[in-house]
């Protein structure tokens, strides 16, 4: 069994909704509940993930080796398509990721609201790029077929919520993000978290 260090609609529900994919068993345990975090990963992020005596952390390299490890169907076998299924899951990290957080950075850091709101206008639109980039692609694709890299991007689109900023998602990135968390493990995942960050 799997142990997942998580914090509650942060990123680390994708690796729980991947894991859960894959069929794999995992106890999660929400970082706020542990006295020294610091101790399990010296950055202090989420997911952590610990397989035996192994701890991994950073979130698509996680993926990544659970996608290497267990057979799935979410990471193509073919060089080429799992090259780009690689590229969609860094995407979703290292450009979409970023993007969000600088929604959280100014919430934390600015205190004039003139400037915070220009500031989250700035970020929303560099957001919104990004998700007409994600459907562009789906365009080209045509027949949907669910990716890793959408369960990323499903977890990511949640955040907009918790800020004063419209975020604008096409129709085709519509339709996929309703049928990512629309998954049975997608909505097990986020009623684990619900339950355990409760206790």
């Known amino acids: 069994m799997y142990t997942l260090y998580y914090m509650q609609g942060a990123c680390s529900l994708a690796t729980q909704v991947v894991l859960h994919e894959l069929d ?3 106890k999660i345990i929400d ?3 542990v006295k020294d975090f610091s101790e399990i990963n010296p950055v202090g ?3 952590v993930l610990i397989n035996g005596d192994k701890t991994l952390t950073e979130g698509a390299a996680i993926i990544l080796h659970l996608l ?5 169907s ?3 076998d073919d060089n080429d398509k799992q090259q780009k299924a690689i590229e969609d899951i860094m995407f979703a990290n290292a450009t979409m990721h970023p993007a969000y957080s600088k929604l959280f950075f100014i919430a934390q850091n600015i205190s004039d609201e003139n400037a915070k709101l220009e500031a989250f206008n700035a970020a929303a639109k560099n957001i919104n790029d990004l998700w007409q980039v ?3 692609k789906l365009e080209r694709l045509g027949a949907y077929t669910l990716s ?3 369960i990323m991007l499903a977890v990511y689109a949640t955040w907009g919520q918790y800020f004063p900023v419209e975020l604008i998602f096409g129709e085709r990135t519509t339709k996929m993000l309703t049928t990512v ?3 049975a493990s997608f909505k097990k995942s986020v009623q684990a978290e619900q339950i355990e960050s409760a206790k």
């Open 24 to 26: 794999q068993n995992v």
């Open 31 to 33: 970082k706020n509940n």
């Open 45 to 47: 992020t989420v997911p």
């Open 68 to 72: 290497n490890k267990h057979e799935n």
């Open 74 to 76: 979410l990471f193509p």
């Open 134 to 136: 994600v459907e562009n």
């Open 148 to 150: 890793a890299a959408d």
């Open 181 to 183: 968390q629309s998954m």
